[in-house]
């Protein structure tokens, strides 16, 4: 009798806190439920009412997200973060206390795309590229490509089982990581020969692809762009940094031979391992100078085993010649 009477306790428990577990499970990290979380294709204007003559609250730009709270057509009624930034922090977009309060008001219900959009994952994939494209052109649209970013990465979050999600994440973190490099290497302390004295480049999302889709060309290319922060702003005619250089590109050649940036960063290993004969030529340490110009012979080499279609076997086969034939590879050659 005791055990008919624990199993009903057992099973009446379940029966209240299934939908309460299941309702959790529905809410994102920043507390609002995923169904509700939205993203607009165009600039969209916040109004305070659903009037096109009311007060102007806000603008939410591509990409940034809102929260639905009520539909009159046609009409959405939201709130809007356009405020908070896309920091080093990655801090969500919703939820952050530190952040200004959502402003709340009316949007044109068009142009709203919710993880519920049928072929959603697409017109946002597409969406982006289109913004990535114009970005990459003369006269490029202001915010375009942190546009693209955004829209990228909701494909990601809204439709994690898309197949266009591990592309999506990886174009969305590359397009942050190259915006915020070019930022950097407009300091003075870019041109520093640590790369520790430079600010550093914000690498979340680039690692949340390599966490998130592993053993895949994407998070091959992630962990290649990583490789960025540890190369010195200026190798200063010091053997030390280009040196240290090759080895971070033979390492990653080695851990990531399908990548389709295997062969690059071998090339980028066999062309500064080259650079360091002729330094070493200077400083007049022959005995590195040698070993520097048959490493160079046997990357090159190794290449040609691994990758004998690639260009930058062809460029790394032409410096290992050229060390050959006492060539300087790095400064003037006025022979």
């Excluded at 990228?152 to 190259?178: G, K, M, T």
């Amino acid at each position: 009798m005791r055990i008919d009477r624990l199993r009903w306790l057992v099973c009446t428990l379940f029966i209240v806190l299934c939908p309460l577990l299941q309702a959790q499970k529905t809410k994102d990290k920043a507390g609002y439920d995923r169904a509700a979380r939205a993203t607009v294709l165009h600039e969209a204007i916040v109004y305070v009412a659903a009037d096109a003559d009311s007060q102007k609250v806000s603008l939410v730009t591509p990409g940034h997200e809102v929260v639905i709270v009520e539909r009159s057509t046609p009409w959405v009624k939201v709130f809007a973060n356009t405020d908070v930034e896309d920091d080093q922090e990655d801090k969500p977009e919703f939820g952050d206390e530190s952040a200004p309060p959502p402003a709340s008001g009316w949007i044109r219900d068009k142009g709203v795309v919710t993880p519920s959009t049928p072929g959603g994952d697409l017109i946002l994939y597409g969406a982006a590229a289109n913004l990535e494209d114009a970005a990459s052109r003369p006269n490029a649209p202001k915010g375009a490509a942190m546009a693209a970013h955004l829209l990228y990465r909701r494909v990601a979050e809204y439709f994690p089982n898309s197949s266009l999600a591990p592309e999506a994440a990886w174009r969305s973190a590359d397009i942050r990581w190259q915006l915020a490099k070019a930022d950097i290497a407009s300091l003075p302390s870019a041109r520093e020969q640590d790369p520790t004295l430079r600010p550093r480049i914000f690498d979340g999302e680039l690692k949340k692809v390599i966490k998130n889709y592993p053993g895949t060309k994407y998070a091959a290319m992630a962990a290649y762009e990583l490789i960025d922060a540890k190369l010195c702003g200026d190798w200063q005619g010091l053997p030390k940094c280009p040196e240290m250089e090759a080895g971070l590109y033979e390492k990653y050649a080695a851990q990531f031979p399908d990548s389709p940036r295997a062969a690059e960063a071998l090339y980028n290993a066999t062309y500064r391992t080259a650079v360091t004969v002729t330094m070493y030529t200077v400083e007049e340490n022959r005995k590195k100078s040698e070993a520097a110009a048959a490493k160079t012979q046997a990357l090159a080499e190794q290449m040609k085993s691994k990758y004998p279609q690639s260009d930058f076997t062809a460029r790394a086969a032409a410096i290992a010649y050229k060390v050959q034939q006492g060539v300087v590879i790095y400064g003037n050659d006025r022979d």
